[in-house]
């Protein structure tokens, strides 16, 4: 906690030196060392309920619903018929809560290395945690990575629901992570990676790319827009089986009423679209 | 300067509470109290150099491309024939730097209330002070209000280019402004103007636009992604006298060799689109 001072709290990481994003703390409500990462949960002044891990903001109660929809619905609209779904991390239950609400998802495995995460999640964080509740769901704790070993050609789609490249996620963004996913993945799947920001780390996103479009016949980058993200954005790498598929053409179309059934308060038909839209500097170096 | 601890800038303002972005500065470059506000312009380790207002960052030499093109070709390119166009503020030259580019403007009047602001720029920000060396532009120091009071049907687009709505530019965010911004329009002409983020303010984008709306028979939101503003992006209020209008249908496409040779590095004609799709929170909000 040598990062709180005054009651705020400044995100610093080596991922983007000589910038910060601070915010006023209310009361620590938890703060421990897990087997895998230093656990903070914060009430914060502005911001609800913030979840840190390793000193790094992984969500807050205004704004986690745009990522948490985007990293879902992008890749599950994607697909023709995303019956089978496996998400990797995802520890605070909100990638599950919104994977559950997609009409054709039936099932829904998730692999979270540290269970410290989902019981500080549920105690602390329940409007994320209720994920955690769906029927669809079965929650298995231990290392993504060896869990998809044993399971190959089983998934429609394959979320992965990381921290950044620093500390227990590293594995996540290599080549050989892509390989196993698509090893897991059934005919025409879909996986889908958090992989940085292009304004804070071009090389990440092009790199992460890269290891994608060696695996899979398609692959792209679109990113969502998380004002407490640094850079204020969040990008995801997405790669299918499908030779055929068009990105930004989602297979399910959702009306307003869906929109509004589901509570999806970021997530539409036409920002998928424009998700995959980039500026002219990030078009050109991942072209 | 009594924001700067330990070398560190941090810009916080009653606009958001709770919540800050903070730089290294690795030197101070210039700092005075004009008779409008307080000029402040730093090397920072990070952002290249960065122009701060009365506390708030106005630029940096990091990412300001990405909003002195999007507010300057987001409206352009929505005119068939955007030859004289009218900029309030932008006394950093960034604007003028931009719409010069557009192969159909031939005439840009200028006209920024804060002569030190553009005197700091010409000696500290040449990047962006560029851009009053175009022949096409001619420079006045004063009050656009007052200015536009003696110029009636003469622009076919007004960029209004504002600090935030604390402070000097308050007035820039009032209906009559842009009732009087109609007036010094030709017919069919366009306004745009700065007009804060969804994330943090989405009352004043909403007010902004309502203000917009009442005037013109035409008006939009649309964004750009800015990782240095309050929430990683800045969004614009576009108002047409030309009912037929369609803002996400650019009048000028441009090619890669386009882009190019303008040196755009953020604009292009797919984000022109993009930029006007919005997350269902604030669609809902602002319908």
Known sequence: ??????????????????????????????????????????????????????????????????????????????HKNPEKVLIVGGGDGGVAREVAKHPKVKEIVQVEIDAKVIEVSKKYLPFMAVGFDSPKLKLHVGDGFEFMKNHSQEFDV????????????????????????????RPNGIVC????????????????????????????YGYATVPTYPSGQIGFVIGSLDSEIKFDEPQLVLT?????????????????KAAFVLPTFVKNHLA
């Open 1 to 78: 906690m040598d990062k709180l001072k005054n009651n705020w709290f400044s995100e610093a990481c080596e991922m983007w030196p000589g910038a910060t994003f601070s915010f006023e703390v209310k009361k620590i409500l938890h703060s421990e060392k897990s087997d895998y990462q230093d656990i903070l949960v914060c009430e914060s002044t502005s911001l609800g309920k913030v979840l840190v891990l390793d000193g790094i903001i992984q969500c807050t109660e205004k704004d986690e619903f745009s990522y948490q929809e985007m990293i879902s619905f992008l890749p599950l609209c994607c």
């Open 256 to 272: 307003s009423e869906d929109e509004k059934a589901m509570n999806l308060k970021y997530y539409n038909s036409e920002i998928h």
């Open 193 to 220: 990676s958090q992989a940085g920001t292009v304004w804070n780390d071009l090389e990440l996103v092009s790199n992460t790319l890269k290891f994608c479009k060696n695996q899979f016949p398609k692959a792209t």
């Open 158 to 185: 394959i979320i992965t629901d990381s921290s950044d490249p620093v500390g227990p996620a590293v594995n996540l963004f290599q080549e050989n992570y892509f390989a196993l996913m698509k090893s897991a993945l």
